[in-house]
């Protein structure tokens, strides 16, 4: 069962030990095959990269990534991000911050400037990806994901990472340019079909 966290939930203060994390992937409720392979290989990570959730962790580092989906559990907001060029879901570094619900949370409240978000505990898939931003080296990024659900009525305000927000349902994915790479649809799959039964509960 999902539960619904507000900002101000104690389960969502910063934490500085990897341990905090080990638990948010060990709890994560996943059902796809690829998923789970990413989790197992972020795990695997922390065993030769201790500072994994800082972003000096040249090789890879802990992201935490929001799928926010509307009242409705209807739609969710994507964004096109300006440093990659790609749509993704709102997202962002640890830096630090081994609470991965809390540093999803946090960017999810940043890039779309939607107050009153509420977080579903525990993660719904996990992801690893290799990242080319401008200036840097390749790296993985190492994204444990979350259901955010917006209120009703929610005004949405892109902050200056991203190009463009655009409320979509899973049919209107492939209207997207450029086009969503295969694990943000697993996600958007998964994420709706959880927030519709969310908001009919």
Do not use: Y
């Amino acid at each position: 069962m999902l539960e619904l966290l507000t900002a101000e939930d104690p389960r969502l203060e910063p934490a500085d030990f990897l341990g905090a994390a080990v638990h948010q992937l060990q709890m994560a409720d996943l059902v796809d095959a690829a998923a789970l392979e990413h989790r197992d290989t972020v795990l695997d990570f922390f065993l030769d990269h201790p500072d994994a959730a800082e972003r000096t962790c040249v090789s890879g580092h802990l992201t935490g990534s929001a799928l926010v989906v509307n009242a409705a559990g209807t739609k969710t907001l994507l964004m096109l991000h300006r440093k990659l060029g790609r749509w993704f879901q709102p997202g962002g570094h640890a830096d630090g911050n081994a609470n991965l619900a809390a540093v999803a949370l946090r960017e999810a409240s940043e890039e779309t400037g939607i107050t009153g978000l509420r977080i579903a505990l525990p993660a719904i898939d996990v992801d690893v990806h290799v990242v080319e931003p401008p200036n840097e080296i390749p790296h993985l990024h190492l994204d444990t994901r979350f259901l955010v659900m917006a209120p009703a009525r929610a005004l949405e305000h892109a902050n200056e990472e991203s190009l463009a927000l655009r409320w979509l349902d899973e049919a209107a994915l492939g209207s997207l340019e450029p086009p969503v790479d295969e694990s943000t649809r697993r996600l958007v799959r998964r994420g709706l079909a959880l927030a519709a039964q969310l908001a009919a509960s």
